[in-house]
């Protein structure tokens, strides 16, 4: 399993009412998964949780064979850098580089990450352009533009395409669709997919819009998973 949750109660401070209790929760190699919930219900605690920014007192978060409460914090931050693409809801982007230095950024925390991606193209930068390409960025005039210059749209790719480089296994989104239109949410979608295809890599999606979880293998409902709370 690439995500094995067991036995999770999470609360943000030790007198705080609990945000999450999760029995059992696994995530397959490649699946896509569609996470849904109330506003409020801990969508984004579960993936700060799944990508190691925090850990839980109680219960056991394995991600890709690895226990991360059992880590200490710089290792998660490892861990995190080397198999983990994380696309923010409003993508976390540095506004004064290029699109280009955006997407290769990981690779400058990750060894891994770098070897990966030189080992699939001619260099990091023609990686980056290749990504880029696949997810409809193809104007090689806007590669080397600062990304504060490009639409919502055009962000939100560059966004994805720092999280594809050097093909983590694990990609979380967080809301990545809810600044664009309905027609170019879905095929972003699929440009997603496809290069999760490609690469092998598991999807962790969430999401307030339903009319995207028909494209998902599987959709859970965190108040559904959080029955116990
Ligand atoms: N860093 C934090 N410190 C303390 N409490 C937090 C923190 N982050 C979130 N919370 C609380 O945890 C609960 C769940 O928040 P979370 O952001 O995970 O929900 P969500 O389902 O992602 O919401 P939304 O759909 O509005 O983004 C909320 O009550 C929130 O106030």
């Known amino acids: ?26 995530v397959a190699p490649g699946e896509r998964l569609f996470i849904k919930g109330a506003s409020g219900s801990g969508k984004s ?6 990508a190691g920014v925090t850990t839980a007192a109680v ?7 690895h226990a991360l409460e059992q880590l200490g914090s710089v290792e998660r931050d ?25 997407v290769t950024l990981p ?14 193209g001619r260099g990091l930068d023609a990686e980056a ?4 390409q696949h997810l409809d960025m193809d104007h090689a005039d806007l590669h080397q533009r600062a990304v504060a210059t490009l639409s919502v749209g055009q962000q939100q790719r560059v966004a994805a395409a720092r999280a594809l480089i050097g093909s983590p296994e694990l990609l ?7 600044s664009l239109d309905a027609d170019r949410r879905e095929s972003f979608i699929r440009l997603l997919f496809d290069e999760c295809r490609a690469s092998g890599a598991t999807l962790v999606f969430v999401s307030h819009d339903a009319s995207l979880e028909h494209l998902f293998d599987r959709v859970i409902d965190l108040a559904v998973v959080n029955r116990s709370l």
């Open 107 to 120: 690779c400058r925390f990750s060894a891994r990450r770098r070897n990966k991606a030189r080992s699939r």
């Open 78 to 102: 490892h861990f995190r850098a080397d198999h983990i693409g994380y696309i923010f809801q409003m993508f976390n982007l540095i506004p004064y580089l290029s699109v280009v230095d955006n």
């Open 45 to 50: 605690t579960l993936l700060s949780l799944i």
């Open 59 to 65: 219960g056991s978060v394995r991600v890709i064979d």
């Open 129 to 132: 352009r290749r990504l880029l």
């Open 1 to 26: 399993m690439v995500i094995d949750i067991k036995g999770l109660q999470f609360r943000w401070q030790p007198s705080a009412p609990l945000v999450l209790a999760i029995e059992d929760l696994t």
């Open 172 to 178: 979380i989104a967080d809301e990545p669709t809810s």
